[in-house]
């Protein structure tokens, strides 16, 4: 079984300032990590995934993520924030043994750019 | 190419009515995942559909949920005699196979309960 933890629930950065949100798994087996974004009353949409590869991996609106077998996390970050990064993050992971699994999610991180 | 179509998008139910979500998914995908996202939570899967077959049911409940993904039509998600605590966002996510690693998601259908 797998599990996500997203460390903060609430991070709050100023506009044009550096931002990470914190993902830790936990899984018997290897997986797939991805991070979604999800703005009010909206769906989910894929900001970037790792499948395999190098272990920095870049994603859409400028973010990147990078993932540590030995730390066991995948943490999303950007080097200069937008008001329009306002939303709700998801990190998340499947069964990389199992195709066609289903996603496991963290609770969520709600990032606030104000300005 | 139109994304994952929800509908409705917000729902309103009195207690014991049946709730019908649909999901229709991209086009050229046959597989389909239902999720669940609680107020303050992250999305939890309920159920795992091919075209007329349910591949992995293990996050429904057992009771009042039932889904369906016919060869013709949208994929249905079913909630018999609903309860305040079926109050939630429903997600709809479609893949083109069953080893594709990118899920697309719909907009959800927001159930509400009164």
């Known amino acids: 079984a797998q599990s996500v933890t997203q460390l903060d629930s609430q991070v709050p950065v100023f506009e044009e300032a550096p931002v990470e949100l914190r993902c830790n798994y936990s899984?018997?087996?290897?997986?797939?990590l991805f991070w979604y974004v999800q703005y009010p009353n909206q769906g989910l949409q894929l900001l970037l995934k790792?499948?395999?590869?190098?272990?920095l991996v870049k994603g859409i609106n400028g973010f990147e993520a990078e993932f540590n077998k030995s730390q066991t996390s995948f943490h999303l970050r950007k080097p200069s924030v937008h008001i329009s990064d306002t939303a709700e993050y998801f990190c998340?992971?499947?069964?990389?043994?199992?195709?066609?699994?289903?996603?496991?999610f963290g609770k969520g991180t709600t990032l606030s750019v104000s300005s | 190419n139109a994304g994952v179509m929800q509908n409705p998008r917000h729902l309103v139910r009195r207690r014991g009515q049946e709730a019908r979500l649909r999901c229709s998914p991209m086009?050229?995908?046959?597989?389909v995942y239902w999720y669940r996202q609680l107020p303050e939570e992250g999305l939890k899967f309920m159920v795992y559909?091919?075209?007329?077959?349910?591949?992995?049911e293990s996050g429904m409940p057992k009771e009042r949920f039932s889904a369906e993904f016919p060869k013709e039509g949208p994929s249905i998600l079913r909630i018999q005699q609903v309860v305040r605590g079926d109050s939630a966002a429903y997600f709809c996510?479609?893949?083109?196979?069953?080893?594709?690693?990118?899920?697309?998601f719909g907009q959800g259908t927001r159930l509400t309960v009164v």
């Open positions: 996510a479609s893949t083109p196979g069953q080893g594709n690693t990118e899920a697309f």
């Open positions: 899984s018997s087996v290897s997986v797939y």
């Open positions: 790792y499948l395999s590869g190098s272990t």
């Open positions: 998340a992971v499947s069964d990389r043994g199992q195709a066609g699994t289903a996603l496991i």
């Open positions: 086009k050229g995908h046959s597989h």
């Open positions: 559909l091919q075209k007329e077959n349910i591949i992995d």
